[in-house]
Structure formats: structure tokens, C-alpha cells
């Protein structure tokens, strides 16, 4: 793997910003819902005025939201969501690099991806490599690539790496260790899996650093959750409402939370890995 994520508007990398204006799209066209769905009563002492206002009103809504509709089409999750890459119908799929010599990622924007240079990434795999499958679009299929020094997500062409089967009715062994999401010296966040009868033991603590002395905060969960074939929900109450969803596939484990598993900012949603 070669490059880094490059940098767009306020610091943000790339796949960032594309979320931020993903949401920010999102609000924009459900404002517009609102107003169309919103009925306009005549004021009794205004008959003459109101019908035609109402009409008036009426018709400056169709045109805002005439105009809305190619915009809307092209509203779609962030790939770079990380563990929110896949839909909850398309799921986690686990897939091997077939592109040779190269496959180049596909940045994420309002053309992209496609084949162009603009939309091609430094980053790469090579055949071989194994990647984390979600959601499509059009040709083009998101994955994550995670190495032992780097992390990738992006766009690829679907006949660019051919599906694995993953095991949808695991041992509870192959859930055990500890896992690891992010790097650094400490490893980044960590949730641990141990076997205890019919269910899984987990313990796990995360953080979140706002860069400030003393501006860290922390999520620890405990408890145990009973896995339905490759997936497990845990809840702790003694966390406030914490939630989290987890999905084995193969030695990768895909967590992604409701955000009430701690501090502030804090979340266990990730992929992590075994060491």
C-alpha cells in the first residue's frame, strides 16, 4: 500500500468530507419533505388572498424539489464510514485481490468513482490480498483493506477480486482473543472474547482523545452476549442504553455501536483484529 488519505476542506481527509456533505445533503433534502408535506390553512379572514398564496407556495415547493431530484439520486452512505461501509441488507461480504499487477482505490465524490485518473487513488492491494467487502455502486463494490502497518478503504471494481466464503456458524472458539482496532504502540481500542458455556464473556474499553491535557474519554463495557450464527448483539444497561453490533467474518471482527458506550465521542465501531 502506498500514499495517504489526502486532505480536503478544514482538515478533514477526503472520505471525511464526503460524509459531512453526505449529512449535510441529507438535511437539506429532508427539509424540503417537510415543507411539501406541511398544509397550508386559509386564514378566514383572508378567502380572496389565501388560495392563492396557497398555489403560489404550492408551486415554489414543486420547483425546489424538481430541482432536488438529481441531487437526491446521487445521496448515498459514505463508503469511508468505516465500519458503517455496509447496509444492513448487503451485510459484510470477505473477498480476495484478483486485479493484477495492481488495484488502484477509487476515491469517493459527486463523479466518482469511475475509471478516471481524478478518481484514482495512490493506494492499492495486490492480487493475494484480502479484503473486507459492503455496499456497491454500479460496477464499483467498497472495501476495506486492513495490513499489519495500513488501513485502506475505497472503491473497486467488482470483477477486480472474487467473493470467500465466510463460516455463518462459527465455534465460539473462533470468536475468542483479543481484538484490536487501530494501531499506535497500545494498539488503539480492544475488545475481548472468552467462551463461558453457551455464550462469550467480553470485556472492552475504548477512548477518545480531543488532543487537549487531560481531554481523553474512555468507554469500558462488560458483561456477556450469546452469538446468533457470525453475529452478536450486546447490550450493557449498566451503560446507558450501550448497543453493539458485532459480525465475525474470517479473522476480522466488524463492531459498530449506537455511540452510548461512553464518554463523549467515544466508540468501539471499527474493524479489529486479532493479536
Known amino acids: 500500500m502506498v500514499g495517504q488519505a489526502p486532505i480536503g476542506p478544514r482538515g478533514l481527509t477526503t472520505l471525511q468530507w464526503a460524509d459531512v456533505k453526505y449529512r449535510t445533503q441529507l438535511r437539506a433534502h429532508l427539509e424540503v419533505y417537510r415543507f411539501m408535506n406541511t398544509r397550508i390553512e386559509p386564514d378566514s379572514e383572508r378567502k380572496s388572498t389565501m388560495p392563492a398564496l396557497r398555489h403560489m407556495a404550492y408551486a415554489g415547493a414543486l420547483a425546489v424539489w424538481a430541482l432536488a431530484q438529481p441531487a437526491?439520486?446521487?445521496?448515498?452512505?459514505?463508503?469511508?464510514?468505516?465500519?458503517?461501509?455496509?447496509?444492513?441488507?448487503?451485510?459484510?461480504?470477505?473477498?480476495?485481490?484478483?486485479?493484477a499487477p495492481r488495484t488502484y482505490f477509487r476515491n469517493e465524490s459527486s463523479s466518482c468513482p469511475n475509471d478516471s485518473d481524478a478518481c484514482r487513488s495512490q493506494a492499492y492491494v495486490?492480487?493475494?490480498?484480502?479484503?473486507?467487502?459492503?455496499?456497491?455502486?454500479?460496477?464499483?463494490?467498497c472495501v476495506q483493506y486492513l495490513g499489519e502497518r495500513s488501513h485502506r478503504i475505497g472503491y473497486v471494481r467488482q470483477n477486480e477480486i472474487a467473493p470467500q466464503q465466510i463460516d455463518r456458524s462459527p465455534p465460539l472458539s473462533a470468536w475468542a482473543g483479543a481484538w484490536h482496532s487501530g494501531g499506535g504502540a497500545e494498539g488503539g481500542d480492544v475488545i475481548e472474547l472468552r467462551p463461558q458455556g453457551t455464550a462469550l464473556a467480553i470485556s472492552g474499553n475504548a477512548t477518545w482523545d480531543s488532543g487537549n491535557p487531560g481531554g481523553v474519554n474512555l468507554g469500558v463495557v462488560e458483561g456477556t452476549v450469546t452469538p446468533q450464527g457470525n453475529a452478536a448483539t450486546f447490550t450493557d444497561p449498566d451503560v446507558g442504553d450501550c448497543r453493539m453490533e458485532m459480525t465475525?467474518?474470517?479473522s476480522f471482527l466488524v463492531v459498530s455501536d449506537n455511540g452510548k458506550c461512553g464518554g463523549l465521542n467515544v466508540t468501539f465501531s471499527g474493524i479489529y483484529r486479532r493479536r
Open 72 to 99: 437526491i439520486a446521487e445521496v448515498h452512505p459514505p463508503c469511508g464510514n468505516d465500519s458503517g461501509f455496509a447496509l444492513p441488507e448487503t451485510g459484510v461480504g470477505l473477498a480476495r485481490v484478483t486485479g
Open 248 to 250: 465475525l467474518a474470517s
Open 126 to 141: 495486490v492480487p493475494g490480498d484480502t479484503v473486507l467487502t459492503g455496499m456497491t455502486r454500479g460496477e464499483f463494490v
